[in-house]
Structures are given as structure tokens and as C-alpha cells.
């Protein structure tokens, strides 16, 4: 029973690069939430999407950066240009939205470089 | 908008003695608490949360905290820790109806053997 898995766990990019992040969610599970963790800072709501959907995107930077959950496939976020104040550890969490309270599952995080 | 304050970024302990870390909100409407711990490099485990009814809620590790409406607080107890409690401790809150979690800086818990 496989957990929310998160890929690569490490990721080092130059300044000016793209990162990619994936996350498969946990099986069944419709709906994907991103944090970012700044070192010494608590995690951070991005975003927050159902399949083919953004449903809240009001933690996310303007600029830079972007997210999708496709129907078939990891939710990617993808950050454009990257620079220092990027590195970060970003986690993904998926719940599967049944109604009333929906639990978040966390995948291990990606742990973003930025040199 | 709500908040959460976790005033101890570290707390050391010694083994076997109690532990509380300290956390308070700040919201106009009701929300849900959550406690989560996060041991070096790994993502994030609930610890427990409180929804509603009884104010102590009890969690895994013998974990257990106290939703206190009227001081906007709900800190994390445990009457006896042990090493492998050593880890990142966060507080977290979300309205009713979205599961967007807001996180305090969190509390680093450091037992000393």
C-alpha cells in the first residue's frame, strides 16, 4: 500500500534552470496539495489541485512557477529560472476528498539546490 | 486569515521526563488543529488532530494535546519521552471545509539521554 511518493528526493540546479518536481499521489487519492519549507520557516501552502483542475493557487509565487495534477500521471510542479531563494524542501500531500474532513498524507519531499 | 504560534523553537528534554510544546492559533471562525512530527529528512506524520468534540485528544507515541477555545491553544503533552521522540514538531490549522493547512515554525525536540 503504497504512500504519496515524491521524485527526485534531490534535486541540485544552476540559477537560471528549471526544476521539475513530480508527486504520485496515494492510490484513489484525487486531490494534491503543495508546501514549500524555507530553511528554519514551518511549510507553506502553494497550491492545492484535483485532477485537471487548480483549485487554489494563492500560496504560489506570480511569477516562475506553475502546477498541474493531468488525468493520467504524477502532479508536476514545475519552477522556471530558478534562483537561491528557491531552495527550499517542497512537499506534496494528497487526500482522497470523500466529504467532511480529509485527511492530508505527505510524501517524503524534494529537497531543491539552487547554486 | 489564521495563524499559528509555536513560541519554543527548541526544546531539550531529558529522557523519561515530560514534555509540552506550546502552540496557539489565531482565527475569527472554527478550525481544525493538527499536530505533526517530522523526523530528519522525512516528510511529515500526524500526530493527532482535534475536529470536534473532547478537548483531549489523544495521538500515536503516547502523544496527547488540549484544544483550549478560550486561549486559542492546543499544546502537545507526553508524561515520559524517549530518544526516538527526538524530531521537528509543528502545529497546523485549517477552516472548515478547506483542508489547506497553515503550519506554525515548528519546535525542535531534543532528548537528552
Known amino acids: 500500500n503504497a504512500g504519496v511518493m515524491q521524485n527526485p528526493r534531490h534535486l541540485v540546479r544552476r540559477r537560471g534552470q528549471e526544476a521539475r518536481l513530480r508527486c504520485s499521489p496515494v492510490k484513489g487519492h484525487s486531490h494534491v496539495y503543495w508546501y514549500r519549507q524555507l530553511p528554519e520557516e514551518g511549510l507553506k501552502f502553494m497550491v492545492y489541485l484535483q485532477k485537471e483542475n487548480i483549485i487554489d493557487e494563492s500560496g504560489m509565487p506570480k511569477e516562475r512557477f506553475s502546477a498541474e495534477f493531468p488525468k493520467e500521471g504524477p502532479s508536476i510542479l514545475r519552477i522556471q529560472q530558478v534562483v537561491r531563494g528557491d531552495s527550499a524542501a517542497y512537499f506534496c500531500?494528497?487526500?482522497?476528498?470523500?466529504?467532511?474532513?480529509?485527511?492530508?498524507?505527505f510524501g517524503p519531499g524534494t529537497r531543491l539546490t539552487v547554486l | 486569515a489564521q495563524s499559528v504560534t509555536q513560541l519554543d523553537s527548541q526544546v531539550p528534554v531529558f529522557e523519561e521526563a515530560p514534555v509540552e510544546l506550546r502552540c496557539n492559533y489565531s482565527s475569527s471562525v472554527s478550525v481544525y488543529l493538527f499536530w505533526y512530527v517530522q523526523y530528519p529528512n522525512q516528510g511529515l506524520q500526524l500526530l493527532l488532530k482535534?475536529?470536534?468534540?473532547?478537548?483531549l485528544v489523544k495521538g500515536i507515541n503516547g502523544f496527547e494535546a488540549e484544544f483550549n477555545k478560550s486561549q486559542t491553544s492546543f499544546h502537545l503533552r507526553k508524561p515520559s519521552v524517549h530518544i526516538s521522540d527526538t524530531a521537528e514538531y509543528f502545529c497546523a490549522v485549517s477552516l472548515f471545509g478547506n483542508e489547506k493547512l497553515t503550519f506554525g515554525t515548528g519546535t525542535r525536540l531534543t532528548i537528552i539521554p
Open positions: 482535534y475536529l470536534s468534540g473532547s478537548t
Open positions: 500531500a494528497s487526500s482522497p476528498r470523500t466529504g467532511g474532513y480529509n485527511e492530508q498524507f
